[in-house]
């Protein structure tokens, strides 16, 4: 969605090369890291831990706060765990980019 709008806002003359490299960033940054989650028998998310981060709190942070709603669920195995965080990704990625954008401009 955000792609979409950078590449409206180009065709428009409006420069919009900055935050469309940050969004791209962000979402390399997301593919490196690492994380180990463990839920009970009663879906309850019981440890999450990043094991190799992006160097940037906010975005490792992201993992275990997808974790925790995402065992809510009640997942049936690790791989729909997994599916859930994963899906809950460039929502995340949109709001982050918004905050850093509008923090930028101030």
Not at 52 to 71: I, N
Not at 83 to 92: G, L, M, N, Q, T
Request: hydrophobic share 40%; net charge positive; aromatic share 4%.
């Amino acid at each position: 969605m955000l792609l979409a709008l950078a590449l409206q806002a180009a065709a428009s003359g409006t420069q919009v090369a900055e935050p469309v490299e940050d969004i791209v960033v962000l979402g390399e940054r997301l593919k490196r890291v690492g994380v180990s989650m463990r839920i009970d028998r009663k879906g309850r998310l019981r440890a999450c831990q990043v094991t190799r981060s992006v160097g940037d709190p906010e975005l490792d942070r992201f993992w275990c706060e997808a974790g925790v709603a995402c065992a809510a669920t009640k997942p049936k195995d690790a791989a729909a765990l997994t599916a859930c965080v994963e899906s809950r990704k460039d929502e995340y990625l949109e709001r982050v980019f918004a905050l850093r954008s509008t923090k930028r401009q101030n």
